[in-house]
């Protein structure tokens, strides 16, 4: 890139990307080399630690200088993973926000640049993509393909919301809306699509393009009983913020994930 394409570029909006951490000292290194990688140089990186004691924070210290003072990273105790992410988005500058956790990492080296040319281009307020899943024994092979094309905010009522970790927002909006709900154990992202997109109608536009590799894992897949208390929140975020839906309409979106699994690519484009 010529010094001319980085002085334009400088001139956007600056991006703070989140990464929460808590002993993550097996993935977070790919976590920060995409970080490194993305073609899009105005962005500040804060990594929001919850006191790991697994070698993560040498980690952190090894990779501070290379990111040349765009990186900035802290270590206390939080209430989990949705308070460290409020924590991080409390201490950004940047223009826009958005969260990348500590065992996920960037598909392709421009999905910040490309993010950030549609959120100016189409005048929106929020820009979602798509993610796939992995397991940690073969990066390479996708075992799920999560696609947010069909996201319309009337989805939300049936438990499908747009990938969370392709979400990028202005950060006026966390301004005006408020932060992630700490008295949700797994919900509050889904919370926070429905306050975003059917109680204050926040612009926005699908971005087609693979934001986010997530290894399997996560606290809402991880096992029935987990599965039972997301269905049981989604219908309470939905109802606190004057949106009516019931357990048998948000479980619907089980149907979608079957669909997603049998249309998924094999592997991942190179």
Request: some cysteine; proline content about 3%.
């Given at each position: 890139?010529?010094?001319?394409?980085?002085s334009s570029i400088y001139s956007?909006?600056?991006?703070?990307?989140?990464?929460?951490?808590?002993?993550?000292?097996?993935?977070?290194?790919?976590?920060?080399?995409?970080?490194?990688?993305?073609?899009?140089?105005?962005?500040?990186?804060?990594?929001?630690?919850?006191?790991?004691?697994?070698?993560?924070?040498?980690?952190?210290?090894?990779?501070?200088?290379?990111?040349?003072?765009?990186?900035?990273?802290?270590?206390?105790?939080?209430?989990?993973?949705?308070?460290?992410?409020?924590?991080?988005?409390?201490?950004?500058?940047?223009?826009?926000?958005?969260?990348?956790?500590?065992?996920?990492?960037?598909?392709s080296d421009n999905v910040i640049?490309?993010?950030?040319?549609?959120?100016?281009?189409?005048?929106?307020?929020?820009?979602?993509?798509?993610?796939?899943?992995?397991?940690?024994?073969?990066?390479?092979?996708?075992?799920?393909?999560?696609?947010?094309?069909?996201?319309?905010?009337?989805?939300?009522?049936?438990?499908?919301?747009?990938?969370?970790?392709?979400?990028y927002l202005r950060r006026k909006?966390?301004?005006?809306?408020?932060?992630?709900?700490?008295?949700?154990?797994?919900?509050?992202?889904?919370?926070?699509?429905?306050?975003?997109?059917?109680?204050?109608?926040?612009?926005?536009?699908?971005?087609?393009?693979?934001?986010?590799?997530?290894?399997?894992?996560?606290?809402?897949?991880?096992?029935?009983?987990?599965?039972?208390?997301?269905?049981?929140?989604?219908?309470?975020?939905?109802?606190?913020?004057?949106?009516?839906?019931?357990?048998?309409?948000?479980?619907?979106?089980?149907?979608?994930?079957?669909?997603?699994?049998?249309?998924?690519?094999?592997?991942?484009?190179?």
């Amino acid at each position: 890139m010529t010094a001319n394409n980085q002085s334009s570029i400088y001139s956007e909006p600056k991006v703070s990307i989140i990464t929460t951490s808590y002993n993550s000292a097996a993935t977070i290194a790919d976590t920060m080399d995409s970080v490194l990688r993305q073609t899009y140089p105005n962005i500040e990186y804060i990594v929001k630690d919850g006191g790991s004691t697994d070698g993560t924070q040498d980690i952190l210290k090894k990779y501070e200088p290379k990111f040349k003072g765009r990186m900035k990273w802290f270590s206390e105790r939080d209430l989990g993973i949705y308070d460290g992410m409020n924590q991080g988005i409390e201490k950004a500058t940047g223009d826009i926000v958005g969260i990348l956790n500590s065992d996920d990492f960037f598909t392709s080296d421009n999905v910040i640049e490309n993010m950030v040319k549609s959120m100016v281009k189409e005048h929106v307020d929020a820009v979602y993509g798509d993610i796939h899943f992995v397991r940690d024994s073969n990066l390479n092979v996708v075992i799920r393909y999560y696609s947010s094309k069909q996201f319309r905010p009337f989805w939300l009522r049936l438990g499908f919301m747009p990938a969370h970790p392709s979400l990028y927002l202005r950060r006026k909006v966390y301004e005006k809306i408020g932060l992630y709900k700490t008295d949700y154990k797994i919900s509050s992202d889904f919370e926070m699509m429905v306050r975003l997109f059917l109680k204050n109608h926040v612009s926005y536009y699908y971005l087609p393009q693979d934001f986010v590799t997530m290894r399997t894992g996560g606290a809402s897949t991880r096992n029935f009983h987990n599965r039972m208390i997301g269905l049981t929140e989604d219908v309470r975020a939905c109802l606190e913020n004057g949106i009516y839906t019931n357990k048998f309409l948000v479980s619907l979106k089980f149907l979608y994930k079957i669909f997603q699994i049998r249309r998924l690519p094999r592997r991942i484009s190179s």
